[in-house]
Nanobody
């Protein structure tokens, strides 16, 4: 069993930056691929980014490519999502999730564990 806890959300002005962290406990994080998803108000959950455990391949949604960067620190059992040039459309609850799959995936159903989410608000 893996427990995931997100942190780093908050209120930021458009154009600003936030750094989200996903910390794992219970089992080592290093053998899981990790994804970030978000759910804007009144909308469905959508994929943001993912990083594989095997070779740290990364994958981004088109809407965040070039602005967001995902990275992992296996020694600290943490995955970070650095978000730059934030836009009002990025406002959402952000969730991290872990999957036993070796590679990256953007399909929510392929993730085994989920955190509780952290709120990101972007003012225009």
């Amino acid at each position: 069993q893996v427990q995931l806890v997100e942190s780093g959300g908050g209120l930021v002005q458009a154009g600003g930056s936030l750094r989200l962290s996903c910390a794992a406990s219970g089992r080592t994080f290093s053998s899981y691929s990790v994804g970030w998803f978000r759910q804007p108000p009144g909308k469905e959950r959508e994929f943001v980014s993912a990083i594989s455990w095997g070779n740290s391949n990364t994958y981004y949604a088109d809407s965040v490519k070039g602005r967001f960067t995902i990275s992992r620190d296996n020694a600290e059992d943490t995955v970070v999502l650095q978000m730059n040039s934030l836009e009002p459309e990025d406002a959402a609850v952000y969730y991290c999730a872990a999957t036993r799959l070796w590679t990256v995936t953007k399909q929510p159903g392929e993730y085994d564990y989920w955190g509780q989410g952290t709120q990101v608000t972007v003012s225009s």
